[in-house]
């Protein structure tokens, strides 16, 4: 892997320094709405529920990858990647498990919602801390493997930033992207739609919904389908023939879902935004989430 030490073809400086703000923005949107998420959770006790369980592991999901683009960020303001091949290793690997982790949570939700409003029967603590172990070791299960041969971590086109490798075009490449694609965004994505359309079909004849079934579904189509595309792209074709500023669009389109993310399923949840209230304005006594339903 060779060290960049100047702009690769086909970016101006400007070009970099835009990618770099837009990078930096997105990390410190991230990090804050996912960062209140998880200290609300920490402090208010009325959110420690199983259910609310999948939204924090989410949340630090999301945080590890705004962390991941604040480090792209920097080192796009400065123009070039500083921590060399074993940092660029460390940055793919940590990028790619809350990547991974993020995903697979927003599954873990759609189902523990559908769970939830269908059944009307509560996640039991032991069923969510299983959820939440086998989403983390199965995301740090597939980060390792390029680190042990299948696959292989590499620079992004601006060469700011790594990510998996996607323009070798050979076996290994192609085989790990394809079947990783399958296991860890098709088989969600897949979670996710049929869990809010079977939720929706049933609740439909109870009166209004209580909860959004298609965002998650679009945010994860919207927000990660680029890289999955991509990786159809390099599975099938010369990567050389997709301009380089086109490669890094989804790159910057994935960096955005944390934010999404923070605003639907914390913001957008009237007993999360109200610990989060609670927790800003230092409130004490009686909560009124008390008297709310505590799952969602």
């Known amino acids: ?14 070009e ?3 990618v770099g703000t837009v990078l930096l923005l997105e990390a410190l949107s991230g990090l804050s709405l996912n960062g209140l998420t998880i200290l609300s959770f920490c402090k208010i006790p009325e959110l420690r529920t199983p259910g609310h369980l999948l939204v924090l592991s989410l949340a630090l999901a999301d945080s590890g990858i705004s962390l991941n683009a604040l480090v792209a960020a920097m080192s796009s303001l400065r123009r070039r990647w500083p921590y060399g091949s074993d940092g660029c290793q460390a940055h793919g690997f940590q990028g790619f498990v809350t990547a991974l982790a993020s995903i697979c949570s927003c599954a873990a939700i759609a189902w523990e919602r559908y769970h939830h409003y269908c059944t009307r029967s509560r996640l039991a603590w032991s069923s969510a801390s299983a959820l939440v172990l086998f989403v983390w070791l199965s995301s740090a299960f597939w980060a390792a493997l390029p680190l042990l041969g299948w696959g292989r971590y590499n620079y992004e086109p601006l060469g700011t930033c790594c990510t998996l490798d996607y323009s070798r075009g050979d076996r290994n490449s192609t085989s790990f992207l394809l079947t990783m694609a399958f296991f860890n965004f098709l088989l969600p994505l897949f979670i996710t739609l049929t869990s809010y359309r079977l939720m929706e079909q049933k609740l439909k004849k109870k009166g209004p919904l209580q909860v959004n079934t298609t965002l998650p579904a679009r945010t994860l189509l919207l927000g990660w389908g680029p890289y999955a595309l991509l990786y159809l792209c390099a599975a099938a074709t010369d990567m050389t023939s997709i301009s380089p500023r086109l490669q890094m669009v989804p790159a910057l389109v994935a960096k955005a879902v944390p934010v999404i993310n923070a605003c639907h399923y914390a913001l957008g949840s009237e007993v999360v935004r109200g610990g989060i209230w609670q927790y800003l304005s230092r409130q004490r006594g009686e909560s009124p989430l008390r008297a709310r339903d505590r799952t969602h």
Do not use: S
Request: proline share 12%; no cysteine.
């Open 16 to 18: 970099v320094l835009t």
């Open 1 to 14: 892997m060779a060290e960049p030490g100047h702009l690769p073809a086909g970016f101006q400086e400007l």
